[in-house]
């Protein structure tokens, strides 16, 4: 159900991000990454657990959107799988396969993380609202898309949250750009994506969230490793 899918996002956000102290709801104490008072202190190791869980339920959101747009709009070929589409984001240099991602400065690929999460802040809102205006697609359908818009912005800030965290333990220096001016990140093509359409952008956003859920993964091996590395 659309609320059910939407209230574990919300629930999400709030494991993520620490509250206000204006809040007044009754409850445990808000999250933090460092030791302000009133806060709750996760360890990193349970930060980078809750950004990968959050960015595989956007990834296999993503991916039931994929499959209900090729069904119900291209049911006699497969253009969303068709080889040489441009993504937007293309110009965003990221490592290719699990080795060099490895390879990466933790710093890079921290920042590789975040600067596909926000290229992707504009045209995922866009998208939903092409969504509601396509009659022969049903209302969940609709609520997937916008619910893509709001888990890549929690991811976000989750992910900042994290390398907030590695910066206080000293594990990657205070280089990351996007967490003093997030805008910088972003490419000087990063509107190409207007032109796209809408099949051309699922697509697209399907692989990058792909990227994002591995990318962090293969973070957390170098930093925390566990028996699932």
């Not at 409850?27 to 360890?43: D, E, F, K, M």
Request: hydrophobic letters at 40%; charged letters at 20%.
């Amino acid at each position: 159900m659309p609320g059910t899918i939407r209230s574990v996002s919300l629930v999400s956000v709030v494991l993520l991000v620490c509250l206000s102290s204006r809040r007044t709801s009754v409850g445990a104490a808000p999250i933090c990454t460092n030791g302000q008072v009133g806060c709750h202190v996760l360890s990193l190791d349970n930060l980078f657990d809750r950004v990968i869980q959050h960015s595989a339920r956007m990834h296999g959101i993503s991916s039931d959107l994929h499959s209900e747009f090729e069904q119900y709009f291209l049911p006699s070929k497969n253009q969303i799988g068709r080889v040489g589409r441009i993504c937007h984001t293309s110009t965003i240099i990221t490592p290719n396969g699990k080795e060099n991602a490895q390879r990466m400065a933790r710093e890079q690929l921290t920042e590789v993380i975040l600067k596909l999460l926000i290229a992707w802040r504009d045209p995922l809102w866009h998208f939903h609202q092409s969504m509601a205006h396509h009659h022969d697609f049903n209302n969940f359908s609709s609520n997937k898309a916008l619910e893509m818009n709001d888990m890549v912005h929690e991811l976000r800030q989750g992910v900042e949250k994290v390398a907030e965290k590695m910066q206080v333990l000293g594990i990657i220096s205070n280089s990351v750009t996007s967490l003093a001016s997030p805008e910088v990140l972003l490419p000087s093509d990063s509107a190409d994506w207007r032109l796209m359409k809408d099949y051309d952008l699922l697509y697209c956003f399907r692989r990058d969230s792909n990227k994002v859920q591995n990318y962090l993964k293969i973070l957390k091996c170098r930093i925390v490793p566990d028996h699932g590395c």
